[in-house]
């Protein structure tokens, strides 16, 4: 032990303060454990609300004021070109953020959680490491491990001063080009931000399509009105260069065998995210990590050591926020002695470019790859009335059924709201609902919800708004 090291005890001891991290905090207060929660920032809400989700959606929703501008000379409304004030875009997104972060200060201290800032690493079965404005040695109980991710790098650009998703919703400032490598989440909503604040955009991405993971129906009608916005959007391309020029950066890109070098004053690297499981002392408790570097857990979220935990970005799944809360409060269930296990159905997905992309459960995709027999019904947003109140009709939602029953096995969504609606959807297929339970379901007129109802009306062949299928 380091001379100075402070020694304390602690019933539970939570490592890192993200969605997992402090939600995992709150519930196992609530449950009567005595927490400590350590996070070396020096703010708690980890990336998502720091540099993540919250203030990606707060410079979303400026993008969108500037496109709903714009947009506005179809209802008779001209406005004119605005004008950005950069400083008061940051201070906006700072206001949000900083006011999210005390809240969750306030929620943990009205509970009693210790909150220690500083490096923690375990040193063994039972004991940690933080390394902060003092140096203290935890002993305890239970562990839970919430240390979240950090963007992946790549080795062309590891000595270039590129931008990760962090600097890039710093909004340092706006280029006037800018390159994005990886068409995945990141890549496509940052894109799209950047290119409303004025940049031309150009996305490169590896795979033969723009965000792989998500059904192409879908993205095609993103990727469509991308086509207005983006300077660029290359698929099946691969950066072979990466070099430093008097304005910025140029980038080389293969695709199908021919080279082109493309140039920006900055280039942000999106191509997924990292574990944060190296430098914590896994080893020390005995835990290895898999192939994608994560910490394997049961569904109880139970590590191989049986008194820690481990939840979020740092295990498998996907590396989504509200997974993490969800895992963060079976974890703080379980070790409180209550039964409580992962045995959701559905995590929704939400992408949030101009229209929203959502799904929950079983996607096409998915089905195909599994060999799932399915049955796909769409209903298009163009016959739906609130859609055309909205002036935006274009996408669709579309459910997933199986053959031989009316089960909902999964819902996929493009268009307005599809961040809102998904929700109805992940309702339903927890409940393991059938079309029925949706068709008896009176959904408001009008609004987007209703396109839920709609697609199930499809699905069971009795829809109102479109003409039936031939044959019926
Ligand atoms: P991602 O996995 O969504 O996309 C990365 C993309 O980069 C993929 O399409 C991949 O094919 C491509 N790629 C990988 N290597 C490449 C290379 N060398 N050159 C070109 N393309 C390459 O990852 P992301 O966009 O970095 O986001 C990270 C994670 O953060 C996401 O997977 C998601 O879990 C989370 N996230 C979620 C949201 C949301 O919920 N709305 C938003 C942002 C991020």
Not at 155 to 165: C, F, I, K, M, Y
Not at 412 to 441: F, H, N
Request: hydrophobic share 45%; proline share 6%; charged share 20%.
């Amino acid at each position: 032990m380091v001379m100075g090291t402070l020694r304390e005890e602690a019933e539970l001891a939570i490592v890192g303060g993200g969605p997992g991290g402090y939600v995992a905090a709150i519930r196992a207060a609530d449950l009567g454990r005595e927490v400590v929660l350590i996070d070396e920032r020096t703010r708690l809400g980890g990336v998502c609300l720091l540099e993540g989700c919250i203030p990606s959606k707060a410079l979303i929703h400026a993008a969108g004021l500037i496109d709903a501008a714009r947009e506005a000379k179809a209802v008779g409304l001209e406005f004119a070109p605005p004008k950005l004030d950069l400083g008061v875009l940051r201070q906006f997104v700072h206001g949000v953020i900083a006011t999210m972060a005390k809240g969750i200060d306030g929620l943990l201290q009205k509970r009693g959680v210790e909150v220690i800032h500083g490096r923690a690493r375990f040193t063994g079965p039972r004991t940690l490491l933080v390394e902060g404005e003092h140096q203290s040695t935890i002993e305890f109980r239970n562990a839970i491990v919430a240390t979240g991710s950090r963007p992946t790098r790549i080795p062309l650009a590891e000595e270039l001063p590129v931008w990760t998703s962090t600097e890039a919703l710093g909004i340092p400032e706006i280029p006037s080009r800018l390159i994005v490598v990886g068409g995945g989440y990141i890549g496509l909503e940052l894109g799209q931000v950047y290119a409303a604040l004025g940049s031309k955009v150009t996305i490169v991405e590896f795979a033969p399509r723009l965000l792989p993971g998500a059904d192409p129906d879908l993205v095609e009608v993103v990727v469509r009105r991308a086509k207005q916005g983006l300077a660029g959007m290359l698929v099946e391309s691969k950066v072979v260069g990466m070099e430093r020029t008097a304005a910025g950066l140029a980038v080389t890109v293969e695709h199908e065998g021919q080279r082109q070098t493309l140039e920006a004053e900055r280039v942000l690297i999106a191509v997924g995210r990292t574990p944060n499981t190296d430098a914590i002392g896994l080893e020390t408790l005995g835990l290895s990590v898999d192939a994608q570097k994560r910490i394997p857990v049961t569904d109880e979220c139970r590590t191989s050591a049986p008194h820690v935990f481990a939840i979020g970005d740092a295990v498998p799944g996907p590396m989504l926020a509200h997974k993490a809360s969800r895992e963060a409060k079976i974890a703080a269930e379980v070790l409180s002695q209550h039964k409580s296990a992962f045995d959701n159905r559905a995590i929704p997905a939400v992408v949030y470019t101009d229209p929203e992309i959502a799904w929950a459960g079983l996607t096409e995709r998915e089905a195909l790859e599994r060999s799932v027999p399915i049955k796909v019904s769409r209903f298009p947003l163009r016959a739906l009335g609130r859609a055309w109140t909205l002036g935006r009709t274009e996408g669709f939602v579309k459910m997933i059924t199986a053959p031989d029953t009316s089960l909902l096995l999964g819902v996929g969504m493009v268009g307005p709201q599809a961040s809102e609606l998904i929700a109805e959807a992940t309702l339903a297929l927890e409940m393991g609902a059938t079309l029925e339970d949706i068709l008896v379901t009176i959904h408001p007129h009008p609004s987007m919800s209703e396109a839920i109802l709609e697609a199930a009306e499809v699905a069971a062949g009795s829809p109102v708004h479109i003409n039936p299928a031939k044959g019926r």
